[in-house]
């Protein structure tokens, strides 16, 4: 979906929603890029933006037009960017996949200018019990959890919850993460052979992605 098609209404996906409340002309850093296809919609959605991309391999000729890419390991390597220099970072399908997320988040939060924002999304809990995807679909799309073995651990809401704030973050809202119209297609791919457009509406309809908003304090931080 392009998300330049939902600018009039980007309440019905989570995602744009968070993308689109950011101030015109942002500096936004996507954290764990790889294919670019969220940043892509992001960019769609905002092409005013200012984009700032990091990822372990990450594949920066696919990602929008003039977007600053660094390539490192989030659990080891700090984030070459200014203190206090973005408006807004989203985090999406990346912490289930680092065993240590001290590093990552005391980045962000040395990265934000104060009052911005991260949105981080993830595996919610129940993908755990999900039966694995059918047919074709079975080694390519991923409904319980370990059927990506680069996953290494789930997090719920309030355990991320701790990170942020151990980091000097405030937790502003969390919930489950969904595109409206994929869900509401469900009720159609249901009764349609397996295919990645309806494992992709399920998980929508099922809420199959938690996500957190946290901000950095208006207030400085103490020295």
């Not at 989570?14 to 950011?22: D, E, L, N, S, W």
């Not at 594949?59 to 037009?65: G, H, I, L, N």
């Not at 999900?130 to 390519?140: E, N, P, R």
């Amino acid at each position: 979906m392009n998300w330049a098609r939902i600018r009039w209404a980007p309440w019905l996906d989570t995602r744009a929603k968070f993308v689109a409340a950011a101030p015109p002309g942002a500096h936004f850093l996507d954290i764990g890029s790889s294919t670019g296809e969220t940043l892509g919609h992001i960019a769609e959605l905002r092409p005013d933006f200012k984009f700032y991309s990091t990822d372990l391999a990450g594949y920066p000729e696919k990602y929008p037009q003039g977007c600053q890419f660094h390539r490192g390991n989030l659990e080891k390597d700090p984030l070459p960017w200014p203190d206090a220099s973005l408006n807004a970072i989203t985090c999406m399908h990346l912490v289930e996949h680092l065993s240590d997320h001290k590093l990552l988040f005391s980045e962000v939060a040395r990265l934000l200018k104060p009052g911005g924002k991260i949105y981080v999304e993830t595996p919610h809990p129940r993908s755990l019990t999900l039966s694995s995807a059918k047919g074709s679909q079975l080694s390519t799309f991923t409904l319980n959890f370990h059927d990506d073995l680069t996953h290494v651990k789930i997090l719920t809401m309030g355990g991320l919850a701790k990170y942020v704030e151990t980091a000097g973050l405030q937790v502003l809202e969390s919930g489950i993460s969904r595109n409206w119209l994929f869900a509401a297609s469900h009720l159609l791919y249901m009764f349609l052979p397996p295919s990645r457009q309806k494992y992709t509406a399920k998980v929508n309809w099922l809420g199959w992605t938690a996500y957190l908003i946290a901000q950095r304090p208006r207030q400085a931080f103490p020295n």
